[in-house]
């Protein structure tokens, strides 16, 4: 059995009871459901699979909250022991991912947010310098197309220590909204639900988020 | 250059509505304006693109590998919540009980 990145098809299919060996070197192959039943039943193995799958993102997302790793790690430790806890509550009807950020985040704002709960959600004014533009709002300069090789220049180690740092920099609520959307990946429906913002909020916190990463990426990958 | 109609968008303008047209929340009006827009602006859709590409790139931002360090200490803790259960009930570990979990 091919455990290469060539089998997602495989893998995204039910795991048949294969030997225990070959889940364990392929673990995409178990469904997070699957996984979930197995740690319903105190599998210890389940709970370690999770985890490996899903730590990276669940510190991710607390980082970008709380103001500190440790508190981020802390807060991760409690969202696991939450879910052990309350995995019978987990019906199923958000992705487990989306679950666990739920969780997640709540812990977290409690743990203490990096901002105060009366920051103001955004300070407005335009994404886009308004120096870029002439009197009548059009492009001073040509806009020039990205070069179209950023699958070369997006080796991890130049783009990816540039794009977290850029990220890290994002104010608060913007840099959890673009994380939620963009790195993890959710739907503007789930990311609204975790964070509790309206939709017209957090589609302004994505597009300044948004605008602010693409002025990062921008003399990196313009035309020399 | 053609003379700006009143109802047309200036470059300025568009940029801010590249997120409402990638979700999907502008009017059909609106989203028609855009369109046109863009149809004679080469600089808004490089621009519109460039957005486009910068997603894509935050999307392959990995997370830190989880070191087997963090995993074993998650494990040990996993065996004491589970120890601290009777008989293996996973959702009587502990006293904070399922309350915390749903927003």
Known sequence: ?224 | MPRLLRRDLVCQQAVELVTAYLEGALSRRQRRRFEAHLRGCPNCSAYLEQIRVTIALVGRVEPEDLDPEARRDLTDLYRRWRGGSAGGDTHGAGDGGNGGNEP
């Open chain 1, 1 to 224: 059995m091919q455990c290469g990145g060539t089998s997602t098809a495989l893998a995204r299919r039910r795991a048949r009871p294969v030997g225990r060996a070959v889940l364990l070197r392929c673990g995409a192959v178990e469904t997070d459901v699957e996984l979930l039943g197995r740690l319903r039943g105190g599998d210890e193995e389940a709970f370690v699979a999770l985890v490996t799958r899903y730590q990276g993102s669940l510190l991710r997302v607390a980082r970008s909250i709380v103001p500190t790793s440790a508190v981020a790690e802390e807060v991760v430790q409690d969202t696991w022991m939450g879910v052990v806890r309350g995995i019978d509550s987990f019906e199923g009807r958000s992705s487990l991912k989306t679950w666990l950020f739920r969780i997640l985040v709540n812990r977290a704002r409690s743990a203490g947010a990096r901002e105060r709960p009366t920051a103001p959600l955004d300070p407005g004014g335009p994404s886009v310098d308004p120096a870029r533009f002439d009197g009548g709002g059009a492009w001073k300069e040509p806009v020039a197309p990205w070069t179209d090789d950023t699958d070369a220049r997006l080796d991890a180690a130049t783009l990816g220590p540039v794009l977290r740092a850029a990220l890290d920099e994002l104010p608060d609520r913007q840099r959890q909204v673009v994380t939620l959307r963009d790195v993890e990946g959710l739907s503007s429906e789930d990311a609204c639900a975790v964070l509790g913002i309206s939709a017209g909020n957090q589609r302004i916190l994505l597009h300044r988020g948004r605008a602010r990463l693409r002025t990062v990426l921008e003399p990196r990958l313009g035309r020399p």
